[in-house]
């Protein structure tokens, strides 16, 4: 039997648990940090996912058979790199290969070197170059700080005032530390996320998923990191998908080895379906957070085979997935995703039929109280995405908070789209 040690604490790396759980071959899970929902499917260990050494030690001391690694904060700073090069087990792209997401720059040059679809685009570090250029251009605009900024480090004014405004964010005022922006053509269309496990030139994919951005209902209020998801998607085609898979995921893949950083992970495409054929909004060199919560319940092959036959470059069977409907809501604190209160006490969760992944909540006197912005998720699956988002409402009713709210029409294209069907 096997021991896997998960890195990372959210919503994602709950589900990367969860779906390692019902593995018949894993025995003993750890999660480092984890958090008070993962605690019930894993053991917590005290260690943040940048402290490689003490990673690295305990999973020598544990003999962990596997490391999975959720957050790109880890992936960035070498984590997958330290613990091959020490000969441990690893799922996860190394540092250089990261670029594909810790730099938008390294991403955009990369599409436009191999002929990868996406939108036309400017690299700048000085603010007055930067606002000189989105004058002559035409809003909406799309800002794009290159790096990491934890989901939020994309911006699309829709006046010069709020380009300014972003700018001076982005280049003076280092709101997400110190360098440059990526300034991008805007496009339209239906946005998915297509998510493929990728061991070298070998791509196999994932259910598609689309997420819900921003914070109200009726795609209202500020762009978050996501207020809910729902897979598979009724709008986006067979022909879609496998145009997507060829020229997109495959030909990423190939140009990663082409530049000397192949690529052993999940690599995360968020995609556009626009007038002009799809092209490449951003990549994630990891699972996207919330689709990780809709895509993995769906999953019907064991996922340990998978990662480690992406960990070590094997060939592997064809990975089986439900027919279901998958949607999923986020609960979040009260003024998420700007300033918000924590510490609030969550009640009824053994009431919600479903599956509670727990984002970011803490154990107080034997409760669990809210500890982050995004603070619960909770997927459903059913035979019809209308039963699916109503049956996802109904149990997110169940759930007693004082400072949490939600969307109530998270998935309303499939809905609208199934209903149109009929």
């Known amino acids: 039997m096997k021991k896997v040690l998960v ?15 019902r593995s018949p071959q894993v025995n003993k899970i750890y999660a480092a940090p984890g958090n008070a929902g ?3 499917l894993a053991e917590c260990v005290a260690l943040k996912e940048i402290q490689i050494d003490e990673l690295m030690a305990f999973a020598r001391e544990n003999a962990i058979d596997l490391t999975v690694v959720g957050p790109e ?6 984590v997958v790199d330290a613990f091959r090069a020490a000969g441990l087990k690893i799922f996860g792209p190394t540092k250089a290969a990261t670029q594909i997401e810790s730099s938008k720059e390294f991403a955009k040059d990369l599409m436009k070197k191999y002929s990868i679809p996406t ?9 007055e170059a930067a606002l000189e250029y989105v004058k002559k251009g035409t809003f909406p605009t799309v800002l794009k700080y290159d790096g990491l900024a934890a989901g939020k480090g994309v911006v699309i004014p829709e006046t010069l005032e709020e380009a300014d405004e972003a700018l001076r964010d982005m280049l003076l005022n280092d709101k997400f530390g110190h360098g440059r922006v990526v300034i991008e053509e805007f496009m339209t269309g239906p946005e998915f996320s297509f998510m493929c496990f990728v061991s070298d030139e070998k791509v196999y994919p994932m259910e598609v998923a689309q997420d819900h951005k921003r914070a109200f209902d009726g795609d209202k209020g500020p762009n978050t990191g996501g207020m809910g998801a729902y897979s598979p998607l009724p709008f986006i085609t067979t022909e879609d998908i496998d145009w997507a898979y060829d020229h997109i995921m495959c030909a990423t893949a190939n140009a990663l080895i082409a530049e000397g950083c192949s690529f052993r992970g999940v690599l995360y495409g968020g995609l556009m379906k626009t007038p002009n054929g799809i092209k490449v909004i951003e990549f994630n060199a990891r699972f996207g957070d919330p ?15 998978i990662f480690c036959a992406v960990a070590d470059g094997e060939e592997m069977d064809e990975i089986k997935w439900n027919d279901k409907a998958s949607i999923g809501i986020v609960l979040a604190s009260k003024g998420y995703p700007e300033a918000y209160d924590k510490g609030f006490v969550i009640e009824e969760l053994d009431q919600v039929e479903g599956i509670v992944y727990h984002m970011g909540t803490a154990l107080k006197d034997g409760k669990y109280v809210t500890n982050g912005g995004r603070v619960l998720f909770v997927t459903v699956m059913a035979d019809t995405f209308a039963e ?10 169940k759930i007693q908070c ?3 709210f939600h969307r109530s029409d998270i998935g309303w294209q499939a809905v609208k789209y199934n209903f149109c069907d009929k």
């Open 7 to 21: 890195i990372g604490g959210g919503g994602r790396e709950h589900a990367i648990v969860h779906a390692l759980s």
């Open 38 to 40: 993962i605690a019930q």
């Open 73 to 78: 904060a880890a992936l960035a700073v070498g």
């Open 119 to 127: 939108a036309a685009y400017e690299v700048f570090d000085n603010y």
């Open 291 to 305: 689709e990780t919560e809709v895509v993995l319940p769906r999953l019907e092959s064991d996922i340990y085979d």
């Open 388 to 397: 699916a988002q109503a049956k996802a409402n109904a149990e997110v009713a």
């Open 402 to 404: 004082d400072n949490l």
